[in-house]
């Protein structure tokens, strides 16, 4: 059986008055992430990792915040098409482990429902999908609240 790493990683603005989206939840907060769909930072990093694993280029390759079509999307259709894109390439996704780093909100109250969403769309177990928050200790951008960083990993096996 041949496997494939993938690693990925996002970074978006956090601007007043935005949705917070993150794996396909609303998180309760006074700001939110910005970007050309819902700027969901973790769903982003996970279709990096996955394009990556199987050489297909990354997210911003296959859906280009200069295309209209792509504008406010949930960014769980950006990860569905991921998913089929693999698949043509004969490859099912393993598993996911993931890291958000942000100092607020809280993100352990969400992390299942995260979970669930992901799961629905990638045909994972939730058993499979790993989804970590750290802080940055209130340094730089991210302590200061300016912007979310996620990094996530992924396997892939050839069918």
């Known amino acids: 059986m041949k496997i494939k790493v993938g690693f990925g990683f996002d970074v978006h603005q956090i601007k007043e008055g935005h949705p917070f989206i993150v794996g396909g ?27 990556g694993a199987a050489n297909l280029e990354d997210i911003g390759y296959h859906f280009p915040n200069t295309d209209m079509k792509w504008k406010g999307i949930s960014s769980l259709l950006l990860l569905k098409e991921c998913i089929r894109l693999i698949s043509e390439k004969n490859f099912v996704l393993g598993n996911i482990d993931a890291m958000l780093c942000l100092e607020a909100p809280k993100i352990k109250p969400y992390i299942q429902a995260m979970k669930a969403n992901i799961a629905e769309v990638t045909g994972l177990d939730v058993e499979d999908i790993s989804i970590k928050a750290t802080t940055n200790e209130t340094m730089g951008f991210i302590g200061r609240q300016e912007g979310v960083v996620a990094y996530a990993v992924c396997l892939l096996e050839k069918k």
Do not use: P, T
Not at 33 to 40: E, K, L, M, N, Q
């Open 25 to 51: 939840v609303q998180l309760e907060h006074h700001a939110g992430a910005f970007g050309h769909s819902d700027a969901d930072v973790l769903v982003h990093a996970i279709c990096d990792a996955i394009l």
